[in-house]
Each structure stands twice: as structure tokens, then as C-alpha cells.
């Protein structure tokens, strides 16, 4: 009993003591009034009640923190126990997945196995169809009379006379219209003398004549991008004479990386600047190629490798295709046209890139993928393409004529060219080439208007699977009733 009594007094006097150092906190000190004392004991209960706040705050943080943590447990929980989520399936157009190597190397693998057991059989049944001699026949009707030779010699002259007229016109010893009128003369002949001795020599057969006519098609092609960039290049020296004076003559040689020489005109008028261009795989001349770093013996030999490997799987396959049937047009044209595209496009043309160092290997792209006709016709031979556009399409855009009427001029120009080189080989008119051409136009404007995506595509593969073939097959038709009806009767 006394010590509770003892206990309280203790604690009486603590809070006594408590409350009169709070009274006397309230006291002016050292000259103080008694208003800053208060003030600054409102300051000390505002900072008490915010301190107040953010425990709050903070414990409310935690709350939640917690709440959360809860439900990312039950959710992982779920999570784990479950195996179903939203998806597609991946062959949905929607699933966004696009890895089809493997069924692409299952096409492969089915392809090499399925040839692999023709060429067997065509082994077994016909022997080696690969002649050496058969293969000269196809370009010599008489071993002692080579005129597709001839005439691949005879072409020299008209690259010498291209040569030789663009000097005079930087000389200054023919004026523009002088000059203009040579070239005209030259490309004329160039597209008619070939075509005269093809029709008029008996001799020429018609692989031959194709072969002739394909590179003369070729050369006046180059030699009209030469004729038109080293025109451009006069017209630039003419405007910016005083400007350009130094950088155009060249007098100290500029090189690219590995000695690579940059020339400016009238410095690319040479034989050897004319001749890289007339074998390089390309169609506008330029002054100065991008060039590759060297040349790679596998890459080469890997495109010598797949030339050879498509010319024996052309024969060992379609020769007796042909023999054993009454009539030609069982002969599987689009499989020739896709062989063709990639000898040609891919494997010639690489190997003779990489021997000529051109660094430009953009041949062809992915015209496969066309939803519409016109991005297959500007997709499917860059070379030519290019060369339209620049020296065709642009030029005639300037000239003032909308962009319908530049478009069907090309396709005209297209058809022209289809048609000389088929009909003149085979001395036969039949405009099937020409029409075919032609009818690209409304096929173009019809799927462009009402057909897109696959079904534009399929548009696209059916008019290359049906269309181009067909006007073959009608050649082919022509050229068998004409040559061979009575043999079969």
C-alpha cells in the first residue's frame, strides 16, 4: 500500500514537472516575444501533423503493397496450375509467324528426290543425252557456215562507232544534232542488219537466231544508256564550265578504296571503260560501278557449279519429254521458264558479276511475292526495268505526257522487243508475243482495282503459269504445223 502510494506521487510529480517546462517553453526567452514563441510552437504541431500524414501514407502504401503481393501469389498459383492461354494457331494469317524454312527445305528435298528418279529413268531408258554436238547443232545448220558467230563479231563495229562519236562530241568536232543523228543510225542498223541475215540466211536456226538476236537486243540497249549519260555529262560540263572545269578533265586521279580509279568525263571514253561496260550485268552506264573488294573463287565456282547443274537437268528432263510426245505442246513451259530465270538471272549473272568485280548484284526481287502485276513486271528483271525507268518512263514524264500514257509506252516498247525476239528467229508473224504483252495492261488495271492480297497474288502466279506459256505453246504450234506436219502424216 505505501509503495503504490509512493509510485503516484512519483508520477504526480513528473507530469507537474512535464507541464510546467511546457508552460515555461511558452515564456519569452533571450528578448523573445511571446508571439514568436507561439509561432514556432504552431510550426512544431504542423510538422507533427504532417509527419502524422505521411505515416498514414505510408501505411496505406503498404496496404496495398501487400493486397497486391496477395494477388500476384494467387494469380501465380493460377498460373501454374493452368496450360491454356489466347493464341492462334500459326499457319493463321493472324498469328503473326512467318519461319517456313523447314517446309521450304521439305519442298527441296521433294523436288531433288522426284528429279533424281526421272533423270534415273531417262538414264536407264534413253542413256547420256548430253551431246556436245547436239547442243552445236542447235546454234549450226552446216559445221562449214557460222553466221550467229559472224554476226556476234560483226558487233564490234557498232560499239566502235558508238565509241568513237561520243570523242568527237566532246572534242567538239561534231555538234549535238551531227552526233545524235550517227547514234540513230547506228542503233537502226544494229536492230535491223542481224534480223536481215537471220531472215535471209538459211543457215541461222532458230536457237541461233535467238541467241544473235538476244545480244544485239542487249548491246543497243547499253549503247543508248551510253549515248544518253555521256549527253548528260555535257550538258553538266556546258552549264558549270568554269565550275566543273577542273573535276571533269580530271588532271590528278581520285581513287576509291583498293586503287579503284575514278574517272570523270570526258576520262571514261576509252576502250576498256566501253568494253567493262558491254560485259558488265547491266543496262545503264554509269562513269564510276560500284566495284565488290576482290573476287571469291567459292562464290564463283559455286555459280559455275549450279550453270552446268541446270543445263544437264534441262536435258537429262525435258529431251525426252519432247521425243516421246506426238506434239510439243505437252512440254512443261513454266518449269523451263522458272529453270531459265534462275540460270540465268541468279547463277549467270553472279558468276559474271564476281569476275568483273560488279558490286550491283540487285538482279531480280522478290517478284514471287507480286499482288499485282505491275509489281512483277518492275520486280522480275531489274535490268531492264532500271533501264526503262531512266531512260523511257522519267524522259517522257518530262516530255509532258501523264504517267498512263509513259506506262503503256513501255509496255508497247516491251512488246515490240517480245515479239522481234520470237517471230524473227522463227521467220514467222504471228503477233502472239505482241498481244500477250499488251494484254498486261488491262490484267494489270483489273487486279490492281479488285483483287489484293493472296488472291491478288494468285492472279499474278496464274497469269505467269497460264499466260506466258501459252503464247510460247502458240509459237510452238505454228512453227510444228509449218515445218513438220507432213513428217507426222
Known sequence: MGDSDAVGAFTRRRRATFAAGRVASLQPMNGRSAAVCQSSATADTSTDIGSEKKREHSLERALFKSKNEKKKRRNDIGDRLSCHRTQESLLTSTSGYNNYRGILNWCVVMLVLSNARLFLENLLRYGVLVDPIQVVSLFLNDPYSWPAACLVIVSNVFIVVALYTERQLSKGSFSELVGF?????????????????????????????????????????????????????????????????????????????????????PGNLTIRDMYYFVFAPTLCYELNFPRSPGIRMSFLLRRLFEMVRKHLMSASWMIPIIQSSMKPLEVPNHLLWLMFFYWFFHSSMNFTAELLRFGDRQFYQDWWNSETVTYFWQNWNIPVHKWCLRHFYKPLLRSGFSKIVSQSAVFFLSAFFHEYLVSVPLRMFRLWAFTGMMAQLPLAWFVGRFLRGNYGNAAVWMSIIIGQPFAVLMYVHDYYVLHYRQEAD
Open 181 to 265: 543523228l550517227v547514234h540513230c543510225i547506228n542503233m537502226a542498223i544494229m536492230l535491223t542488219f542481224p534480223a536481215a541475215v537471220v531472215l535471209l540466211v538459211p543457215s541461222v536456226t532458230p536457237v541461233g537466231g535467238a541467241f544473235v538476236l538476244g545480244i544485239y537486243t542487249i548491246l543497243f540497249l547499253k549503247l543508248y544508256s551510253y549515248k544518253d549519260v555521256n549527253m548528260w555529262c555535257r550538258e553538266l560540263s556546258t552549264a558549270k564550265a568554269k565550275k566543273l572545269a577542273r573535276s571533269l578533265s580530271c588532271p590528278s586521279p581520285q581513287y576509291f578504296n583498293r586503287g579503284d580509279r575514278k574517272v570523270c568525263y
